[in-house]
């Protein structure tokens, strides 16, 4: 089946340090990607997302890259903080699907 | 930042008990998802909803039932709880823009013991 998968399921990241979290998808037919920070005991929160006709986009910390060409997004976050740690997912629209198909998600602790 | 509920927070109940997790939005929107999640594990799809009266099943197969009688609100019901349903429930809901880049915006979830 489809599936949307990371890299690494723990990241440790020391604070004030960029990280880098990783996400492989499998359907070329994928359109729209989201990344979401979910902390414990709380539901996933949107970070920001990126359409397939983008390569590249900046929040505030927050960059996503998208390279179709091997099917790779990443999440790169950017003098991280405490707050920071917490699970993230990555999330594709296949076209067509009208859903969203999740990933497994990262855990990124962030030590002081 | 999204205006989306669900009661009760925690539930801890009996086996063969009916419970119904409820879920609001306020945003207005049409679409909306109900997700099956382990901790730190990645969501399931089990029910979603177009609109008022539509409802379909997801990717993950479930024992529970939706409703969509009014926009705002979608409840899940599980008609006879057992210790395999013990999960967190999370609710969703996203407005339909087309061209597949509708952002789906999570409430905080039903933290759900069956014992």
């Known amino acids: 089946g489809e599936s949307v998968g990371l890299h690494l399921p723990t990241l440790s990241v020391q604070e004030g340090d960029n990280s880098i979290i990783n996400c492989a998808y499998s359907?070329?037919?994928?359109?729209?990607f989201i990344w979401y920070k979910q902390e414990s005991g709380k539901g996933p929160q949107f970070i920001i997302d990126?359409?397939?006709?983008?390569d590249k986009r900046q929040g505030q910390r927050v960059t996503v890259l998208l390279n179709k060409t091997v099917k790779h997004l990443s999440l790169q976050i950017a003098a991280t903080q405490p707050g920071d740690s917490a699970v993230y997912f990555c999330?594709?629209?296949?076209?067509?699907?009208?859903?969203?198909?999740f990933g497994q998600g990262t855990r990124l602790t962030i030590n002081p | 930042e999204a205006d989306i509920y669900q009661t009760p927070r925690y539930l801890v109940i009996g086996t063969g008990k009916k419970i119904t997790l409820e879920c609001s939005q306020t945003?207005?929107?049409?679409?909306m998802y109900w997700y099956q999640q382990d901790p730190g594990m990645e969501l399931h799809l089990i029910h979603y909803?177009?609109?008022?009266?539509?409802?379909e099943k997801g990717d993950l197969s479930s024992e529970s039932t939706v409703s969509r009688i009014r926009t705002e609100h979608f409840p899940l019901t599980l008609e006879s709880a057992r210790p395999s349903h013990t999960s967190q429930y999370l609710c969703?809901?996203?407005?339909?823009?087309?061209?597949?880049?509708?952002?789906?915006?999570f409430g905080p979830g039903t933290r759900l013991t069956v014992l």
């Open positions: 969703a809901s996203s407005e339909f823009r087309g061209g597949g880049t509708d952002t789906q915006y």
């Open positions: 359907n070329s037919a994928s359109d729209y």
């Open positions: 990126i359409r397939s006709n983008m």
């Open positions: 999330a594709e629209n296949i076209k067509g699907a009208q859903k969203l198909v």
């Open positions: 945003m207005g929107h049409d679409k």
């Open positions: 909803s177009y609109g008022v009266n539509s409802t």
